[in-house]
């Protein structure tokens, strides 16, 4: 059976690092870390998210400012906030949550955004930095990913990494991050030919594909880590008519059997997303005033 990567724990180790810093930055320089999140509309999956984000963020010492806009916001409105926000020196990360309703451009809004305040990484100035090796902010839920697998394995260099789901937002950068420490990389996706062998290859999967359980225990080498970034909220009448439960990408059970280590779903990737939240705004924060970026919390 696979040891058990406590995202949750973690996560909480992670935060107490932030706070430290956090109190340090106060005590000695006066200053104090702020997030701006703005929410537009109301998605539902992305409520639950910011619920404890924003309770986790004022925990951690920082300031947490929220800004939610109706969901037919014009996008000038939109970037003029953003631009605010810019401009804002109390304000060192911003985050704007996605998806976006559809009569706003997403990339156009995102790259609006200061890169040294882009918390998310998703300003094309800051994938620009990570392809380059350069100092960049690190999308979160990648970022979460990395410091679970190092902190498992010490050293990834020379694993072969199998990342499933090529998206911006986790499956792209999560891959130029296993190969920045070594890692031999393969990026997989839906029209990959014979995936089933391509994962099997792999010391390392990453599964972030958003379709729930589609990645079963046959296709997992024997002692591989298993890291599961779905979170699917699916049926389960077993728990009475009319409820769900969640699960990732990977069909836990039969892949604990044969990894070596798997995270949880929920309790595994997820928090370790907000605690970089967290770390990348104590990060923005410290490079906006000439500090060195926390050790051990950054790429
Ligand atoms: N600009 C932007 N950046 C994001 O990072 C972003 C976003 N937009 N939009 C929405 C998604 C979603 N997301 C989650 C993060 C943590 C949990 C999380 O902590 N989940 C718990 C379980 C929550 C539950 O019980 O429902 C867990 O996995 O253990 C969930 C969802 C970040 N997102």
């Known amino acids: 059976m696979a040891q058990i990567i406590d995202g949750k724990a973690f996560a909480a180790k992670v935060r107490g690092q932030v706070a430290d810093h956090v109190a340090q930055l106060r005590a000695d320089h006066g200053i104090k870390p702020g997030l701006a999140v703005v929410l537009v509309g109301e998605d539902p999956a992305s409520q639950v998210y910011v619920k404890s984000k924003g309770k986790m963020t004022v925990e951690v010492g920082m300031t947490s400012v929220e800004h939610r806009l109706p969901a037919d916001t014009p996008e000038d409105t939109l970037l003029s906030l953003i631009a605010e926000l810019n401009a804002d020196a109390d304000i060192h990360g911003i985050l704007v949550q996605l998806p976006l309703p559809d009569h706003l451009d997403s990339d156009l809004v995102i790259n609006s ?3 040294a305040k882009d918390v998310d990484g998703f300003h094309i100035s800051n994938v620009g930095l990570l392809g380059t090796g350069q100092d960049a902010m690190v ?3 990648p ?14 260099s020379g694993m072969d990494a199998v990342v499933v789901g090529r998206s911006n937002i986790v499956g792209k950068p999560m891959a130029q991050l296993l190969l920045g420490d070594s890692c031999t990389v393969t990026i997989a996706h839906s029209r990959t030919k014979d995936l089933a062998a391509v994962v099997k290859r ?21 002692g591989a880590t298993v890291i ?3 979170i699917n909220r699916i049926p389960a009448p077993e728990k009475g008519e009319g409820k769900t439960r969640l699960v990732g990408d990977v069909h836990y059970e039969s892949c604990a059997e044969v990894a070596g280590a798997i995270t949880p779903v929920p309790g595994g990737v997820g928090p370790m997303t907000i605690a970089c939240l967290l770390a990348n705004t104590l990060t923005a924060c410290c490079r906006a005033n000439g500090l060195p970026a926390p050790e051990g919390l950054t790429a």
């Open 202 to 222: 792999a010391d390392i999967v990453v599964a972030a594909v958003g379709r729930a359980e589609m990645v079963p225990g046959d296709w997992i080498k024997p």
């Open 143 to 156: 970022l979460g990913c990395l410091m679970m697998l190092r902190d498992y394995h010490g050293s990834l």
């Open 139 to 141: 999308p979160c839920t």
């Open 228 to 230: 599961d970034v779905g």
């Open 113 to 115: 955004i200061d890169p």
